[in-house]
């Protein structure tokens, strides 16, 4: 399985931003897909995920401005980002999870909000 993502780059307070992650290769059928995001010189934390069946979650911090969405046909995730905060300001990483418990990264992409 690859994982390829797109769409980071630099964003105003206030903007818009949407990345996207298309997987490639054997899929199953039921996984969940997510993103994360890693600051410099933290940890990687979950940013926002959703279930082959439509179900999502969110981390407190970006309930109401982001949004997650999947196509299953594409078997694409993305990740809409309304009124982004400095804070926000990360790599962001695309995630797949068989339900195996199998675990898939992608390549990172960075987001940089400026105020």
């Known amino acids: 399985v690859q994982l390829q993502a797109s769409g980071g780059g630099l964003v105003q307070t206030g903007g818009s931003l949407r990345l996207s992650c298309a997987a490639s290769?054997?899929?199953?059928?039921?996984?969940?897909m997510g993103w994360y995001r890693q600051a410099p010189g933290k940890q990687r934390d979950l940013v926002a995920t959703?279930?082959?069946?439509?179900?999502?979650n969110y981390v407190d911090s970006v309930k109401g401005r982001f949004t997650i969405s999947r196509d299953n046909a594409k078997n694409t995730v993305y990740l809409q980002m309304i009124s982004p905060k400095p804070e926000d300001t990360a790599v962001y990483y695309c995630n797949l999870k068989e339900v195996t418990g199998r675990d898939y990264w992608g390549q990172g992409t960075q987001v940089t909000v400026s105020s």
């Open positions: 290769g054997s899929i199953l059928r039921f996984n969940a």
């Open positions: 959703i279930t082959s069946g439509g179900r999502t």
